[in-house]
């Protein structure tokens, strides 16, 4: 009787470890636009720590997300092992983003590999502005298009730096 109980709890403990309840090898949905915000202030110091995406199609942009543990920092993730950080202020209701090549990742991602190539005088400067549309997306504006275009040209299958981003409860990498 022991054997069987045990038996028989066990697929329910293992459903607990799957968070969100999604069968193994199965991608998550994206859910977008349910937190909303008056400011940037209150999207920069969300301690939930929503990620931002633009979703075309079946594709996704990098996402964007702030960091509560390191602030004033900001991060575009390419996939869970691959992260390119940007320091930002905040002037005029806007997060001014400044060009930085501090990347953490494992593999040589066409990403890493067009940033590394990338001239060091960039570094420093601002490229993009962020601003709230509406409650729930942040417009980009890129002071460097030629660079972005050049970015987005090299990585493959989706946009690296888009021109819209909405907030996102669960996202695919």
Known sequence: MKIF??????????????????????EQKTVVGRHR????????????????VELQDSTQS?????????????GFAYSPECWVQF????KD???????????????????VKIMRSLSPELIGKPFLA???????VLIASYSEQDLINQINKAVTGRTAFPQRFTVSDTIIF
């Open 5 to 26: 109980l045990f038996l028989a709890v066990i697929p329910l403990l293992l459903t607990g470890c799957n968070k969100h309840n999604i069968p193994v090898g199965q």
């Open 37 to 52: 915000y008056k400011n940037i202030y209150e999207v920069v110091n969300d301690t939930a720590g929503k990620a931002w």
């Open 62 to 74: 990098l996402t964007l997300h702030f960091f509560q543990d390191t602030k004033d920092t900001l």
């Open 87 to 90: 320091p930002y202020k905040i």
């Open 93 to 111: 209701d806007k997060i001014i983003v400044y060009w930085d090549t501090i990347i953490d990742t494992k593999y040589n991602f066409d990403l």
């Open 130 to 136: 962020l601003s709230l549309e509406n409650d729930s």
